[in-house]
């Protein structure tokens, strides 16, 4: 049986020990005796995946091995798990193992309990260690600077300075931008599917410029991505309210840079569609797709991932668009069992989520007619109103708009000082609130009169659908629902809808 020397080192750096000085300390414990050296060059202790020890391990469990020789003890193992497991084999087949330099000895208690607490500290170790890599890749996230990966369809990369450090960002490529901006606008149209525009690329041999193939699931991804997007007001309420965190304000959104979507540091296993805990960054390149097109594609993504995608009876024109008002989860249809109903629950409720639901029952026909006539009121209103035909209203409503996002934040911010306040200070909030809520309310009229210039056309046509409803198929409903509505929320017997127009 022999003495076996393992080293392992991860990178080459100055202030690191190399393996063979690992394996020269470890010689001088055999005083001269033969040994079996082991070594892992490149490797991480975060596992036991490699190849040297592994080899090892198999020779202790044929029995070649009678004590283990290491360096220093995060060489072999920084994983308390790991250790364990490795130390429940080295007793089954009464293997010693030595620390050359922390002179560890395994056949007293002392011994084993002072080696538990040493693999404890160099797992904490580790785990700083990552930690410490993932804070300064999101540092350097949030400020604009390029982190890798994919380039893009329709961008190249280009040399660049942020903040006084070199770096590289995203630049156009017209030939490549062309076919995303055709694309992008195929979609915008409610009439046309993924699949058809694959065929229509493919019919009239639009070539993917890469070399790729067109496919419904690259298009999708592209459709997805803000990169793409002349960032607006518009986007910035867009991620607001699908619960993203948002690292620029909301004056920053002017319309020109585009964004960069990250998954946050926030460990989670949700669906991509989900836009909860990622990390929304305006990126130093320039968008080309409009904000307008680009939020209705990726809004047609979103309620294509929630809603159903056949158009059974049991289905309702309104999925995808009814939230919980206490979870904010999207509210589905259930069949009931003894008899023809529909009716909407929310999706976090009963044994699968922590929601207790929206604390009443929706049946889904009672919404669809309170809706449609929700939808017919709304039109309404929008035909006594005047048009507006400034050319500079449409800089003049994205500055309004920005105002109205910061109005609401300053609201937040001030009745969440509310709780513990002073009299003194509850007077203070009071009177700026109020003084706040009239210059919203100001605003939120300004912005409603001046949308009517852009969507006069498309209210027209609306207004003739609604008024034939009932002859209308179950995918225009659809169409209807998503161009009037953002999003509906119910709570406690209460609907709060919020309006694209």
């Known amino acids: 049986m022999y003495d076996a020397l393992y080293a392992r080192q991860s990178i080459e750096k100055k202030d690191s020990i190399s393996v063979e000085s690992q394996l020269e300390y470890c010689r001088y414990e055999t005083h001269g005796e033969t040994c079996i050296e082991y070594t892992d060059k490149g490797f991480s202790g975060k596992d036991t995946n490699r190849p040297g020890f592994e080899k090892m391990m198999n020779d202790i469990r044929t029995g070649k091995i009678k004590r283990v020789i290491v360096y220093k003890l995060d060489r072999i193992s920084r994983s308390i798990l790991d250790f364990a497991n490795m130390m429940e084999i080295f007793q089954k087949y009464h293997v010693e193992f030595v620390s050359s330099t922390e002179k560890f000895d395994t056949s007293t208690p002392i011994g084993r309990a002072m080696l538990n607490i040493c693999i404890v500290f160099a797992q904490l170790e580790r785990e700083t260690i990552q930690k410490r890599v993932t804070d300064a890749y999101y540092a350097r996230c949030k400020r604009g600077f390029y982190m890798g990966g994919r380039i893009p369809y329709g961008y190249r990369l280009t040399n660049t300075v942020i903040d006084n450090v070199r770096t590289s960002m995203y630049a156009e490529v017209p030939e490549e931008s062309e076919q995303l901006k055709l694309i992008y606008s195929m979609y915008a149209d409610t009439d046309n599917s993924l699949g ?15 070399g790729a193939n067109w496919n419904t699931a690259r298009i999708s991804e592209m459709l997805r991505n803000p990169v793409y997007v002349e960032a607006d007001i518009d986007v910035y309420q867009f991620f607001q309210s699908q619960g993203a965190n948002i690292y620029n304000p909301a004056s920053d959104f002017t319309g020109y840079n585009a964004c960069y979507l990250y998954k946050g540091t926030v460990s ?14 305006l990126a130093p390149h320039k968008g080309f797709i ?45 069949k009931a069992k003894t008899k023809w109903e529909r009716y909407f629950v929310c999706s976090q409720s009963g044994n699968h989520g922590n929601c207790k639901g929206a604390g009443c029952t929706i049946y889904a026909d009672v919404l669809e007619e309170y809706m449609l006539g929700a939808i017919k009121e709304r039109l309404s209103e929008f035909q006594k109103l005047s048009c507006v035909t400034d050319t500079g209203e449409a800089q003049t409503n994205m500055t309004k708009k920005i105002r109205l996002t910061q109005i609401e934040e300053e609201i937040e911010e001030l009745l969440s000082k509310v709780s513990g306040a002073s009299s003194v200070l509850m007077k203070y909030i009071d009177e700026k609130v109020s003084e706040l809520d009239t210059e919203r309310k100001a605003l939120q009229e300004e912005i409603v009169t001046a949308n009517v210039t852009g ?47």
């Open 290 to 334: 409009p904000s307008k097109t680009w939020l209705a594609c990726r809004v047609r993504c979103l309620n294509n991932r929630q809603s159903t995608k056949t158009c059974k009876p049991k289905n309702s024109w309104l999925v995808g668009k009814v939230k919980c008002g206490n979870c904010g989860y999207a509210l589905t249809i259930r």
């Open 268 to 281: 989670t296993t949700r669906k991509q569609c989900d836009l909860s805990d990622k990390e929304i960054v």
């Open 455 to 501: 969507t006069e056309g498309r209210l027209k046509q609306i207004s003739n659908h609604v008024k034939t409803w009932e002859t209308l198929s179950f995918e225009d409903r659809q169409a209807v629902v998503d161009t009037l509505i953002k999003v509906i929320r119910i709570a406690d017997g209460n609907i709060e809808i919020t309006w694209n127009i």
């Open 196 to 210: 058809d525009i694959v065929r229509y690329l493919n019919e009239h041999q639009i070539k993917n410029l890469r």
